[in-house]
């Protein structure tokens, strides 16, 4: 089996009438939970907002 195909992200695009701030609200208390709101004009390249929590991994860094 493909390891690679076992940690694929999962990518969903939602269609809600609820602004992406009031459904980052659901996950906040997430560990690692991040928001990357795209607030430039949706008919540019503000089109997506992306949401996630509980990464497979982390990476940290220290100094320069």
Not at 1 to 24: C, G, N, Q, Y
Request: with cysteine; proline share 6%; charged share 25%.
């Amino acid at each position: 089996m493909d390891v690679t195909a076992k940690r694929a992200p999962l990518i969903e695009e939602l269609d809600t009438h609820v602004s992406p701030l009031a459904l980052f609200e659901l996950f906040r208390e997430e560990s690692f939970c991040f928001f990357l709101d795209s607030a430039m004009n949706p008919e540019k390249l503000g089109r997506y907002s992306f949401m996630g929590s509980q990464p497979f991994l982390i990476l940290k860094s220290r100094g320069e």
